[in-house]
């Protein structure tokens, strides 16, 4: 158990527990490169040889038939690195046979036999006569025919290990061996999914590749296969020369040194380069404890090794693995969905204490939101998959853990989800034997009194209690259902979030009195739901004929985003034609209030947090979720912040919702121009380079502390009669003189780089608090993200990356940013702007999920007008 700490697998040279037991040998009997049918091989057979007896041609791979340990008695038809003595791909895993057992090559392909000469494990039927069986250099084991056709190859049945040459493909899986000296599947996959790899136990994800900060997310065009080489992992698009994700791992080994890539049996993801020794390049997760059952069955995993939470003591016949302290409850077993329990049984919910964490509520959405710990409760008592739940205090929202009890991690530091409670479900023994009496009830005592009319009257209250709380339970599932039975195309929408009612808004808003915020699209209000939760209610106005359907497509879209960097989507309502939005609450408002205000400046921290928060919920949109979504109308309007500095982007995945017939409002949209990048006017497409244009505008407002454009309106978005946030250059006091020569601050940052006088750039009211290295990063940063070119611009996971060090800092582009010297200009005429409403504007509302290269000119401006107009929940 000590020996679990949270070591990372890379400060270990990994003493590979995959070794078989071969001193190799050299013989000229063991086959070099290809074999012809009628051959049989056992390990008996080739015991001088240990069993191998093919060969590559440049002798870097065997096959062999060898067992795991000297002394176990399982042997498997295998193919090993030669130098390294790595297993890379097993054919019988789950069928091991005794040492006398055999393997023919045949025309039909190659059969394995066991003792009794049944056939254990063979090739699949192929239609045609096998001709030679070849072990390739690359470690590919094929049948080939006459023609010289490849029949079949190992490299299309990976089992733990892809090496260099190999393709991993879309919808294949690794799965670990159940222990080094086992090589049958265990617990653990790695599956390639048409974005992401993705790391599951028992069918439950503990890990997506593309949240790893040492993961670049190139496209999101669907990936094709992974491959892996002496720069890094990579993973394609279906074109094959598209990256989708990549992953650069130098190697100390030279570029041609054998890589894998591995899936370890301890549920680690690993790259590896051998050259005398192996060296771990990459090892995921990182922290250890995020291993689903690092510490066994609900066993506390900490960088001291495993304990068990409070109320939980050691298993004693699990090591490690923790039961309930108290004897008189027991764990249900799952039914893996299968089945039915009894309606009757009682369960009690066990709490694991405040601040553990548990793997899967990270990778799942929440079965219900907005909903009591005992609607919760219930709901995990009527399925008997369900063994516990996650229950967030704060949003209502109800988390399952289902089919199996993993380890549990104490929750670190300031997340969204640390006032999750989780619950373990549990079966009171006692209640167990007294299904059939009626001792639940407190008039228990009652029934022991002689008087027969007193048990008569207390066997009826028990009679009516149990049938009003079966009752109450109906009807709460009843009302469950309730709330999307008016709408029965929205019943069908698998995730859609809470559905509100009318009444509910009305009385949470105290009919829509407090306004907190208004636009072009709508206005939203604070209010309060029945559960005390505070919410941002955007009542959202001139929606388009868009069909119910599509609407409550699109929100469950939105609503199943779910990201600490994004504002929850907590639910929706329609009333006529009315549609109601309802997010959670920030209460700091927006970004533009506390950086323009005249409250007291945010610290630089403060602002690179800021800067961190906003870039990573970029970079989710844009390639972490199942439906690329572009926000376009990125700004410090709609950034928003809570007390604990917690940063939010709201609005994003709006322009979804509009139908095309808004155009109207387009006239509208010059209130955020400062933001918009070139090819709004330029009729290219819009793509997620967009927003990051615009992102960079606001980290040097960020830097700045103030407008790019504060100092000369005309110049800029702000239309000066409209101007109500008190940030106009009048208001805004006397800090940063203005500069007659460069008005427009993003020049600026583009002169002040040119000289390296970074500091000159940063608000004056931090002066001397800020380091120059500090300065020229974030600035440099920006000014990469406003290349004029988009695909210049960095991916916002990039930004992420440079931000955080991980990532060298991008040297900005002049060429692709001269145009900033005329684009202040340019887009101060307003004939600009007209004109281009007339022509196709280039569309935010298609280019999300689907891949819509030519669709991306359609007439939906949307997006495009919700600047502005369609304010965040503040
Ligand atoms: C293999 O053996 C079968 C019968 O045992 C025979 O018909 C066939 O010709 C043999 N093939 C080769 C390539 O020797
Ligand atoms: C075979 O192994 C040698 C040394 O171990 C290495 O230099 C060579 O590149 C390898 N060849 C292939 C095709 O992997
Ligand atoms: C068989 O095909 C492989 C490539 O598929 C080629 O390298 C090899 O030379 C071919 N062999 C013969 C005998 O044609
Ligand atoms: C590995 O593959 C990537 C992507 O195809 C390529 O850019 C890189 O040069 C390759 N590295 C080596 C050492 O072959
Ligand atoms: C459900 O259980 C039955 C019997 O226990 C079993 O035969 C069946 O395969 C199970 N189904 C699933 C989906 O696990
Ligand atoms: C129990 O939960 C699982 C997983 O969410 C779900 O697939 C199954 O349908 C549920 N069973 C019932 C009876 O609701
Ligand atoms: C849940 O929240 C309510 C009010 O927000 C609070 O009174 C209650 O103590 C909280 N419960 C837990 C278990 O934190």
Redesign the pocket.
Known sequence: MAAVAGISATTTTVLLLLLIHITTTYSTTIYSGSI???FTASHYLFVEKSGDFLRSINRNYTAAIASPRPTSPSFYLIVYHSASHTVIWTANRNSPVSSSGQIRLS?TGITIYDDSGESVWSTPPIGSTVDSLQLLDTGNLILRNGVNKTLWQSFDYPTDTIVSAQRFPLGKSLTASNSPSDYSDGEYRFTLTSHDGMLEWRRLTYYRLSMDSRSIVNSDRPVSYLTVNGSGFYLFGSSGSELVIRVMLTSTASESAFRILKLLNDGHLVVMTYTNNWVTDFSSPVDTCRIPFRCGKLGLCSANGCSCPAGFRNDPNANPGCVLSDNSLSLPESCNGNSTLPESEKYVYVPIGTGMKYFSTDFTNPVKNEVGLSTCEAICSSNCSCLGLYYQNKSGSCYLIENDLGSITSSSGNEDDDDKIGFVKAISSSSYQDNTSVSDFPVVGLVLLPTTGVLLIAIIAVWMSRRASNEKMRSNSKKLVDSYSDDVDMFFIAGLPVRFSYEHLVEATMSFSTQIGSGGFGTVYKGMLRDKTVVAVKKVIALGSQGKKEFGTEIAIIGNIHHVNLVKLKGFCTHERERFLVYEYMNRGSLDRTLFGTGPPLEWQERFEIAVGTARGLAYLHSGCEHKIIHCDVKPENILLSDDMQVKISDFGLSKLLGPEQSGLFTTMRGTRGYLAPEWLTNEAISDKTDVYSYGMVLLELIHGRKNCSQAPILCSENPTTTTQGQSSGSSGSHNPPHARSLYFPLQALEMHEDGRYLDLVDSRLAGRVTKDEAEKLVKVALCCLHEEPSLRPTMANVVAMLEGTLPLGEPRLESLNFLRFYGRRFSEPSMVVTQSEAEIPSCFNAPTIESSNTSFSQNLFSYMSSQQVSGPR
């Open positions: 012809s049918p009628n025309a």
